[in-house]
């Protein structure tokens, strides 16, 4: 192995060193703990080898947040393949989604509600725009162009709502299940 070779992945592996750190500092005392020194100590590296990776904590943020991204594009193309109905597919894929949110709130934070370095909608990085396409599926067939943009993004924001919403404790727990079938029934009388 070259030395450059060598280089190059102890460097991709501190990167990485990094991410996981943050997103496992986030995990267990919110993002708000997560700072530079705080990371540089956890990977025992100094604050400057951080920012010969990322410029600040809003790239590192990013990059949570693109790795949560993948993640959430298998979580919804998973619950799509095993639908059987166009029915099943809205349901699944609202279910997979909301899923994923409550399963680590801080990664939801990362990709969704916090400041990052990303640039979303067309130009956004590959795996948000694999995401937003695996969410796209649920209308995928009945709409196409800005009309399945558009039911996307309503489906999206309504979610995305009902996530926030119910995490700040301002919607009714014995409510969840009709709010979702609601839902489903509302995106699939467009079909």
């Given at each position: 192995m070259s030395t450059q070779t060598r280089k190059e992945r102890d460097r991709a592996q501190r990167r990485q060193a990094i991410v996981?750190?943050?997103?496992?500092?986030?995990a267990a005392d919110g993002w708000d703990a997560v700072t530079i020194r705080k990371l540089a100590e956890r990977i025992e590296y100094s604050q400057p080898v951080l920012y010969s990776h990322f410029a600040g904590k809003a790239a590192i943020v990013g990059a949570v947040a693109i790795e949560g991204c993948v993640e959430l594009t298998l979580a919804l193309r998973r619950a799509h393949d095993v639908a059987r109905t166009p029915r099943e597919v809205i349901d699944n894929i609202a279910r997979a989604y909301l899923d994923f949110a409550d399963a680590d709130p801080a990664r939801y934070d990362a990709m969704?509600?916090?400041?990052?370095?990303?640039t979303f909608g067309l130009d956004a990085p590959q795996p948000l725009?694999?995401?937003f396409?695996?969410?796209?599926a649920m209308f995928r067939g009945t709409a196409e162009g800005d009309e399945l943009?558009?039911?996307t993004e309503d489906a999206w924001s309504a979610l995305h709502g009902l996530v926030t919403l119910d995490r700040s404790g301002r919607l009714r727990p014995e409510l969840r299940e009709r709010r979702i079938e609601l839902l489903v029934d509302m995106w699939s009388s467009l079909s």
């Amino acid at each position: 192995m070259s030395t450059q070779t060598r280089k190059e992945r102890d460097r991709a592996q501190r990167r990485q060193a990094i991410v996981d750190a943050a997103r496992e500092l986030s995990a267990a005392d919110g993002w708000d703990a997560v700072t530079i020194r705080k990371l540089a100590e956890r990977i025992e590296y100094s604050q400057p080898v951080l920012y010969s990776h990322f410029a600040g904590k809003a790239a590192i943020v990013g990059a949570v947040a693109i790795e949560g991204c993948v993640e959430l594009t298998l979580a919804l193309r998973r619950a799509h393949d095993v639908a059987r109905t166009p029915r099943e597919v809205i349901d699944n894929i609202a279910r997979a989604y909301l899923d994923f949110a409550d399963a680590d709130p801080a990664r939801y934070d990362a990709m969704f509600v916090l400041t990052t370095d990303l640039t979303f909608g067309l130009d956004a990085p590959q795996p948000l725009r694999d995401a937003f396409a695996a969410m796209e599926a649920m209308f995928r067939g009945t709409a196409e162009g800005d009309e399945l943009g558009a039911r996307t993004e309503d489906a999206w924001s309504a979610l995305h709502g009902l996530v926030t919403l119910d995490r700040s404790g301002r919607l009714r727990p014995e409510l969840r299940e009709r709010r979702i079938e609601l839902l489903v029934d509302m995106w699939s009388s467009l079909s």
